[in-house]
């Protein structure tokens, strides 16, 4: 792009290039590049810089160097929301993305009913996460909930604290959460096969592969870049995710839902030490 | 998958290979199966929209009820009443405001920043696209703490300016990078003959590249309004008053101050996520061409 400006422009005087320097485009970018400069770009190094801050209010107070990091990396708690957060990201993601895989596959195939199947199945991604964890808080409420009401009354069992406990607490987050965002894996994924053409197949059943040896040889292989941007994409998000134990869970029983991102969120704005939450991030 | 094509027209049919037996073959065991997988996984899709409907249909003796019965007997609009008694309507005019003036902001940012990026050769472009995009690789809670700072000096929390400001600069990317992949995909030959006629460069924008671009720009609106309306962590900091909260804000709060009223609490959710499913079921093709085209960004 550049190389053929260069060459078209004639070889001029420094006083003549100037004035045909093209003002047009840089004036139709600049809006967005400033904002993007300014409440994007900036507030990152910002981050930085409060990090090393003792931080009151939302005043720098003075310079403290490491101090933060130390506080943060000293805090037990700290490393117990790294746990956290690596199991609930970890599975997750595998789940959701394995899950929206195999519904991609399965909605691919030539059946009737796929359109209104991928619309049904979208519903949770529209909903936003508040709406999700408060309907999904109200179904596993141990004591009026719909879930438990099922165990008890058809199956006879006793009632079970799925909030309360710590480990079915956690499941209970990836398993909502998975509901969430296994059917946008899926739409991604079915994108993705989709533009993988039809002669492949035929070509590869004509040299006698099998389905599950075409699954292997062609489908896989050109799903793969998809595969990647969509885990990513993932453990980007299922990272960041706060609303989720917020709304849910609190981040208990006591700490055991608590991951780094809700640990940031409550010392930044409950406990109003925002330079601790600075080095957290 | 590198080059973001929007497939906005797809048809999602491929034509089914026709079978040769002139009676029409049965159901096999395989294709079975995954009917039986669509409609579990459709079922249990719509089953807590379904449920909390109910409950948010129900007197609130029927809803503290256990066993709970599933049909509400008898019907009660109470629910709703309380919940808008509360501030719902408030909350949900700010959610409306915020998002769709966000919309029309990004998408103007948005097409004037992609245009030339897709068609206007100049020194720093690359350099320009790639700052335009960095923030899409940045996790959002990093800049959480530090922004709110910023607005804090700016004296914009709590404000309409502010939160639309930061909806508008994280929207941003993800526009300008499907807007550019669509502008570069238009056939350049209607620009050169407006150009030979002497339109100038954003005649050309206004009048041609965008009217061509409607599927694109629909899909941007709809991405970045659902993602505007969705939004809590953001407004959760950014608006403290019971005047500025958005609906997801007020979701929260009610549900932690009042103490939670199941009945209440499930019309409230339900009546803010209806213009989004509204959105999404009148619009379903453009919504999935937004998010394919969005997420293939990277």
Redesign the interface.
């Known amino acids: ?2 190389q ?2 260069v060459a078209v422009r004639p070889v001029s005087t420094a006083q003549t290039r100037r004035r045909r ?2 003002l ?3 004036v ?2 600049a ?3 400033l ?3 300014l ?6 190094f ?2 930085m810089v ?1 990090s090393v801050y003792r ?1 009151e209010f ?1 005043q720098l107070l003075r310079f403290v160097g490491a101090a933060n990091y130390v506080d943060v990396l000293a805090d037990p708690k700290f490393w117990n929301s790294v746990r956290i957060s690596f199991t609930f990201t970890a599975l997750s993601m595998l789940l959701s993305v394995s899950l929206g895989f195999g ?1 991609a596959l ?2 691919n ?3 009737r ?3 209104a ?8 991604w ?7 964890y ?3 808080r ?2 596993l ?1 141990a ?2 909930g ?1 879930l438990n ?1 099922f165990f ?2 058809t199956l006879g069992w006793s009632r079970i604290q799925w909030l309360g406990n710590p480990i079915l607490a956690m499941a209970s987050l990836i398993v909502v959460n998975v ?1 969430r965002d296994a ?2 894996a899926m ?2 994924l079915l ?2 096969l ?2 993988i053409p ?1 002669e492949l197949y035929e070509a590869a059943s004509i040299d006698g592969a099998t389905r599950w040896r075409s699954f292997l040889s062609v489908t896989l292989p050109l799903m793969k ?2 595969l990647l ?2 885990i ?2 993932t453990t ?1 998000q299922d ?2 995710v ?2 989720a134990m ?2 849910l869970t609190g981040g208990g029983p006591g700490t055991a839902t608590e991951t780094m ?1 809700l640990r ?2 409550y010392e ?2 409950t406990n109003a030490r ?1 330079g601790t ?2 080095a957290i ?1 | 998958m590198s080059t973001t094509s929007l497939r906005v027209e797809r048809p999602i049919e491929r034509p089914t290979p026709v079978p040769r037996r002139a009676t029409r073959p049965r159901l096999s065991p395989g294709q079975a199966a995954i009917y039986a997988v669509m409609l579990l996984v459709a079922i249990s899709s719509l089953l807590p929209f379904v449920w909390a409907f109910l409950t948010s249909l129900k007197v609130e003796r029927h809803v503290y009820a256990f066993p709970p019965q599933i049909l509400p007997n008898p019907v009660t609009g109470y629910n709703y009443l309380q919940a808008i008694n509360h501030g719902l309507l408030l909350a949900l005019f700010n959610s409306l405001f915020v998002s769709l003036i966000t919309v029309v902001l990004v998408l103007a940012a948005g097409s004037l920043a992609a245009y030339p990026l897709a068609r206007m050769t100049f020194r720093g472009s690359q350099l320009a696209l790639f700052l335009i995009l960095i923030p899409m690789m940045i996790p959002g809670l990093v800049n959480l703490v530090p922004t709110y700072i910023i607005m804090a000096k700016l004296g914009l929390l709590d404000t309409y300016q502010g939160l639309i400001l930061i909806y508008w600069v994280h929207s941003l990317p993800i526009a300008i990078w499907v807007l550019r992949g669509f502008f570069q995909q238009l056939p350049k030959e209607l620009e050169d003959a407006a150009s030979v006629d002497g339109a100038s460069r954003l005649r050309i924008l206004w009048s041609i590249v965008v009217p061509l671009s409607q599927p694109a720009m629909a899909a941007v609106a709809l991405l970045v309004f659902l993602n505007s309306w969705n939004e809590f962590v953001i407004a959760s900091i950014m608006t403290s008053s019971v005047l500025m909260r958005t609906a997801q804000v007020f979701l929260y709060t009610t549900m932690t101050d009042v103490g939670v009223n199941w009945g209440e609490m499930m019309a409230s959710g339900l009546a803010t996520n209806l213009p989004v499913l509204a959105l999404f079921l009148l619009l379903q093709r453009r919504f999935v061409a937004g998010l394919t085209a969005g997420a293939l960004k990277a």
């Open positions: 792009m550049h053929s400006t320097i093209d047009l485009p840089y139709m970018i809006p967005a590049l904002a993007i400069g409440f994007s770009l900036l507030p990152t910002y981050g409060i931080v939302v519904l399965l909605a195939q030539s059946v009913f796929r359109s199947f991928r619309t049904i199945a979208l519903l949770p529209v909903t936003s996460y508040v709406v999700t408060l309907i999904f109200w179904i409420n004591d009026l719909l009401a008890v009354e509901w059917p946008y739409v991604l994108a993705g989709q533009g039809q870049s998809a941007v969509l990513v994409l980007i990272f960041n706060v609303v917020l709304v991102s940031m969120y930044a704005f925002m939450a600075a991030a």
